[in-house]
């Protein structure tokens, strides 16, 4: 099945800075990538996604890379501002995310002031 | 509004006995999904539904059964078989056929066994 690993567990930076977290999977035939995000004591969110036929997107300060060579995507979060503090997951599915996504364990972004 | 709720939101149980807990959607989703989330370990998938009285198996889901009787409802239940059920538990829906991927999830159960 597929493996995803992400990293790092904790990333702290300044306010304004950019911060990046990045994610390796396993399986060759995954094509579809989402990062979610969680707010404490509520469920995860989708703030952006790519699919394996697209390297890159981009939606105002967030934007994700994919290297289906290297097996590997990321996320990029800009300018970053207090309200970005929460947990972060990527996942992988080779369903194109119908038969349920293949997690990392999260990455806690801490922006600080 | 559209969603899913989940409930209980809190729930403690004696060691050996089943609980329920309760998944409901109403954004007319045929796919629906249990995730159980451990401090660390990301989220990891139990049990999925595609259809109505159809469902699949996830990664973990031994100590665990489920029905899917309505299109808007897929309740989980832990029983005593599950050896480490303290957990966060999280349901997801998804339209099917998709063309995003992309799963709602509700707010979550939390549940402790003591």
């Known amino acids: 099945g597929e493996n995803v690993e992400q990293h790092p567990s904790t990333l702290s930076v300044q306010e304004g800075d950019s911060a990046v977290i990045k994610c390796t999977y396993s399986?060759?035939?995954?094509?579809?990538f989402p990062w979610y995000k969680q707010e404490l004591g509520k469920g995860p969110q989708l703030i952006i996604d790519?699919?394996?036929?697209?390297g890159e997107k981009k939606d105002q300060r967030i934007a994700v890379t994919l290297n289906k060579t290297a097996k590997h995507f990321s996320l990029h979060i800009t300018e970053t501002q207090p309200e970005d503090s929460a947990v972060y997951f990527c996942?992988?599915?080779?369903?194109?995310?119908?038969?349920?996504?293949?997690f990392g364990k999260g990455t806690h972004l801490i922006i600080q002031p | 509004d559209g969603g899913i709720t989940q409930s209980p939101k809190y729930l403690f149980r004696k060691e050996g006995q089943n609980v329920t807990l309760s998944c409901e959607q109403n954004?007319?989703?045929?796919?629906m999904y249990w995730y159980r989330q451990d401090p660390g370990q990301g989220l990891r998938l139990i049990y999925y539904?595609?259809?109505?009285?159809?469902?699949q198996k996830g990664d973990i889901a031994e100590g665990y059964s489920v029905s899917r009787e309505k299109k808007e409802s897929f309740p989980l239940t832990v029983t005593s078989a599950q050896k480490n059920p303290t957990a966060f538990y999280l349901c997801?829906?998804?339209?099917?056929?998709?063309?995003?991927?992309?799963?709602?999830f509700g707010e979550g159960s939390r549940l402790t066994v003591l």
């Open positions: 997801a829906s998804s339209q099917q056929p998709t063309n995003t991927g992309e799963l709602f």
């Open positions: 399986d060759s035939a995954s094509n579809y």
């Open positions: 790519i699919r394996s036929n697209v």
């Open positions: 996942a992988a599915s080779a369903g194109g995310g119908a038969d349920g996504l293949t």
């Open positions: 954004l007319n989703h045929d796919a």
């Open positions: 539904s595609q259809i109505v009285n159809d469902f």
